[in-house]
């Protein structure tokens, strides 16, 4: 086993690659490469690439996440299923170990994508709270348009058993349980909200979810914006473009995240966040009915 540190990227499918460059402009996503029919787009922190596009038929076609040091990722081609350690042919080069999932998922492993000077994001101005006032003869005028994403958070995917799929992230990539949920008796969880095992360092409330209901499947990929304001600029520009809206806006129970759900040209759902909980090591998962895994703060989680 290894412990893989953040959640790199996000690959589709899909037949016209103008269109996917138009939504993922619209969305907030930044053009790093259009090459040999493939598009890799970016967020404003240093990775080359979060979200991958290859000429194809509609789909989803897999996840990555980033091992630690090269020793890991030599490591982890020793783990049942893997494949050599490969070079990355994308920008930012790199090295790529490849697996496949219970559920016929494509699972990279990578290390080594030389980053890209970080893009200029509008910070966050502070806030005037009724019992703190923090921004003092300063006007408020956050920017119009794109939500300017700045990572990518997480990726849902469906699967056919939850508990086989568990234990094969688990396992194999050292995924901690931050909340788990269960349908009828306790005993039958049939999802978890994961996270990477940083040690005493902080990191997402979850990285990666295996829905074990319904249908094995994509679900959907969420990318983290600045703020509030980012994240509702960024619906209204949606909006205004005549995007698919999916759910939201509103605040998670678990996870704490304010969301915003959209659909990209062909349906898959995809998420701008922010505000999201950040655990350590050392949290314990907590069990919970379904109605509080799909409840929420405020605002409504109800797909349109």
Known sequence: MIKVQDIAYVRFAAPDLDVMKRFAADFGLVLTAHEKDVLYHRGTDPSPY????????????????????????????????????????????????????????????????????????????????????????????????????????????????????????????????????????PDNVVTAFMRCDRGDEYTDHHTLLCVGIGEPGFDHAAFEVEAVDALMAGHDHLVQAGCDHHAGVGRHVLGSQIFDYWRDPWGHVVEHFTDGDLLNARAEPVLHDPGTALGTMWGTFVAN
């Not at 042919?89 to 890209?116: C, I, K």
């Not at 956050?142 to 995917?157: F, T, W, Y």
């Open 50 to 185: 979060i979200h991958v596009t290859e000429f194809g038929d509609a789909g989803f076609r897999g996840v990555a996440f980033e091992a630690g040091s090269a020793e890991d990722l030599a490591a982890a081609a020793q783990i049942e299923g893997a494949s050599p350690v490969e070079k990355l042919d994308a920008p930012g080069g790199g090295q790529v170990v490849r697996f496949t999932d219970p559920d016929g998922y494509s699972v990279e492993v990578v290390h080594g994508r030389e980053p890209l000077p970080a893009l200029t994001v509008p910070r966050s101005q502070g806030l005037n709270r009724g019992s703190q006032r923090g921004r003092l003869g300063e006007l408020h005028r956050p920017p119009s348009g794109p939500s300017s994403v700045k990572r990518l958070g997480h990726a849902v995917v469906r699967v056919a058993d939850y508990r086989v799929s568990a234990e094969w992230y688990k396992s194999r990539f050292g995924f901690l349980s931050s909340d788990e949920v269960y349908i009828g008796e």
